[in-house]
């Protein structure tokens, strides 16, 4: 499933890096960058620094850029916007670059790096997308999801379906009645797995009534716990009373 940026972004472009983005140590941002850009408040003729985050980048979490108007050498060419700093040493010749913003927020990533995991891509969509869009897909997820060929057959999740678990789950492990203590990430957002009630495995399907967002320790007992039959009935019974968010 092809990542939707428009789940995430309020604006958004994707633009190659070119060999002279990098060589003139600016990155020329297109048109649709351009307007994310100016959604978010920034004004080149002001030239500003700010941070830009970026998402799916272990090494980088944000970049601290300046963008501004560039004179032009040839008269009667008009400024040209630009951005330097930590983005442009960032992007390399060839990358493919998303800039949107989330209200004031500036965002970035590398298509290379989006998610083909729907665990890290749900979360994303959870902690930035559209939460009324984001259940309105989910919701339309019916039966049992697509396989992809590698080594061994793998199933194509819906990232969706992960996002709005998070959501309902709100931060709380939804196996009915844990204790057990919540770690958070670096981003602040709790640490919660995605998990099937009945696996894809054994025939079930990739939809929210199918799906519970529960904690490492209890993720780990449904699928390897000696009472992990009970578990599963327990946790199908939470979530049917549970009304769809």
């Not at 920034?42 to 979490?61: C, G, H, M, Q, Y």
Request: positive net charge; aromatic residues 6%.
């Amino acid at each position: 499933m092809a990542f939707d940026w428009s789940m995430i972004f309020d604006n958004f472009g994707i633009k190659k890096v070119g060999s002279t983005d990098k060589s003139k140590s600016a990155y020329v941002p297109n048109e649709d960058q351009k307007v994310a850009l100016a959604a978010a408040g920034k004004d080149p003729s002001l030239r500003a620094t700010f941070a830009i985050e970026v998402l799916f980048d272990a090494s980088n979490t944000s970049l601290l850029s300046s963008y501004y108007n560039s004179k032009r050498k040839k008269l009667g060419r008009t400024p040209e916007a630009r951005i330097g700093r930590g983005l442009v040493h960032w992007a390399q010749v060839g990358d493919e670059i998303v800039i949107g913003n989330k209200g004031t927020r500036v965002i970035a990533c590398k298509v290379s790096a989006s998610p083909s995991i729907a665990s890290e891509a749900g979360r994303q969509l959870a902690k930035n997308g559209n939460k009324k869009n984001i259940l309105a897909r989910a919701k339309q997820a019916t039966g049992k999801p697509a396989q992809a060929q590698s080594k061994v057959t793998v199933f194509v999740r819906n990232p969706y379906v992960v996002a709005a678990a998070l959501i309902r789950a709100d931060g709380s492990c939804e196996v009915p009645a844990c204790t057990r203590r919540l770690f958070k990430r670096d981003d602040g957002s709790v640490f919660l797995e995605v998990h099937h009630i009945v696996p894809l495995a054994e025939g079930g399907e990739d939809t929210l009534a199918n799906a519970a967002a529960i904690c490492p320790a209890c993720h780990r007992e449904a699928h390897h716990g000696r009472k992990r039959a009970k578990l599963r009935t327990a946790l199908a019974a939470e979530i049917a009373a549970k009304p769809l968010p």
